[in-house]
């Protein structure tokens, strides 16, 4: 049976450090809240994926809670840049260390 509980309560007993985690949802569905509830619970080592990383994985790089990035293509120009993803792919000074890139190619 479903058991209703608080988003923080999810985020502690369902992401761990080391976890690997994927947030979906596409411009007024970015989940901006269950980011930010991470970044609240300090969690850390995270392999992060998503379609196109979008301003709440570049939060989660930048407050250093990301270890692994896998994406399909780098940058969402219509969400806004992403510093903190540009500055850890060009310096390598911040998080996440690892990059994995998939491409999917269609048949025909």
């Known amino acids: ?3 209703w509980v608080t988003l923080a309560e ?5 992401v761990h450090d080391g976890a690997t985690v994927a947030l979906e949802g596409f411009t007024h569905l970015i989940p901006f ?3 930010h509830e991470i970044i609240r619970q300090q969690r850390r080592h995270l392999s992060l994926i998503r379609m196109t990383p979008d301003l709440i994985y570049d939060q989660l790089i ?3 809670c990301a270890a692994k990035l896998t994406f399909s293509w780098g940058g969402n120009p219509g969400v806004g840049s992403l510093h903190r993803f540009r500055d850890a792919v060009e310096n390598r000074g911040t998080q996440p260390q690892r990059f994995s890139k998939c491409v999917r190619r269609g048949s025909g």
């Open 33 to 35: 809240a269950a980011g």
């Open 10 to 14: 999810a985020i502690a007993a369902n």
């Open 1 to 3: 049976m479903a058991e």
């Open 62 to 64: 930048g407050a250093g």
